[in-house]
């Protein structure tokens, strides 16, 4: 039963959530906890970031939908965060913002072999992932980089 109304909770969020501009990423119900506490991580569909003012303005009618749905019948908490960052770098932005982290790095060769090259992130250009191995500098072809993680500073 917890697992339908966890559906009947996203896709009611999801709805709501759609006409504010937003969609949902995630979302948990931690039940061991009094009151329980409905978890729900959003994202704007224009692609920005999320502001403290975003979950603010999504908050409430979530909350309206829920209440009206009759879906939960007992007190509960609403929380609605973005989901943070993800460990994949992307965009240049998340690229110049990680200037100097461990990251690890998947690499494909002639073979179409996977290879794992472990670093510190240098820079990207168009053409090549500059990273820093062991104090060396190690140039990787761009059309080589199948992705780039964020990795633990301890391997």
Same mark, same amino acid.
């Given at each position: ?67 009206n749905s009759k879906?939960?019948? %007992? ?5 609605? +965060?973005?989901?943070?960052? @993800?460990?994949? #770098?992307? &965009?240049?932005? =998340? ?10 790095? %998947? ?5 179409? +072999?996977?290879?794992?090259? @472990?670093?510190? #992130?240098? &820079?990207?250009? =168009? ?10 500098? %190690? ?10 993680r964020l990795a633990?500073?301890?391997?």
């Open positions: 039963m917890p697992n339908q109304i966890v559906k009947d909770l996203e896709r009611l969020a999801a709805d709501t959530a759609e006409e504010k501009g937003f969609e949902i990423v995630h979302l948990q119900l931690i039940t061991q906890t009094n009151p329980m506490t409905i978890q729900i991580h959003i994202r704007r569909t224009d692609g920005n970031d999320i502001s403290l003012d975003d979950c603010s303005k999504i908050t409430h009618p979530i909350a309206e939908a829920i209440e879906l939960v019948n %007992s007190a509960y908490i609403l929380e609605i +965060s973005s989901p943070g960052l @993800n460990d994949i #770098l992307v &965009t240049d932005k =998340e690229f110049e913002t990680f200037k100097g982290f461990p990251i690890e790095v %998947s690499t494909t060769n002639n073979s179409k +072999s996977t290879v794992l090259h @472990n670093g510190l #992130l240098h &820079t990207r250009s =168009e053409d090549h992932l500059l990273i820093n191995v062991k104090g060396r500098m %190690s140039k990787i072809p761009r059309e080589n980089v199948v992705q780039v633990s500073p301890t391997g």
